[in-house]
């Protein structure tokens, strides 16, 4: 079982990333799919999940209106839209596959800063 993110980077305050988690070694499409974040010396936080067919979403306070979940299995990829990012958002990015099991990848680093 793999989860591998990329997209993240340096971004300025107001600019938008896309991240992208493609997964390998199980059966995405039947997998709960979600994103958490790591900012440095606080936990692990929940940012936003998608069903396995992609009917229900769900975000945290925080980042909704700004980031956008989806996923396309075809692809066994799942991806996170953020936009208008705050320098608050900066964190390590991690998604994870849970069904019976959960499944993390390595993270990927998101900055915003000026």
């Known amino acids: 079982v793999q989860l591998v993110e990329s997209g993240g980077g340096l971004v300025q305050p107001g600019g938008s990333l896309r991240l992208s988690c493609v997964g390998s070694g199980f059966t995405f499409s039947s997998y709960t799919m979600s994103w958490y974040r790591q900012a440095p010396g606080k936990e692990r936080e929940f940012v936003a999940t998608?069903?396995?067919?992609?009917?229900?979403?769900n975000y945290a306070d925080s980042v909704k209106g700004r980031f956008t979940i989806s996923r396309d299995n075809a692809k066994n990829t799942v991806y996170l839209q953020m936009n208008s990012l705050k320098p608050e958002d900066t964190a390590v990015y991690y998604c994870k596959a849970a069904r019976y099991t959960d499944y993390w990848g390595q993270g990927t680093q998101v900055t915003v800063s000026s």
């Open positions: 998608i069903s396995s067919s992609g009917a229900r979403i």
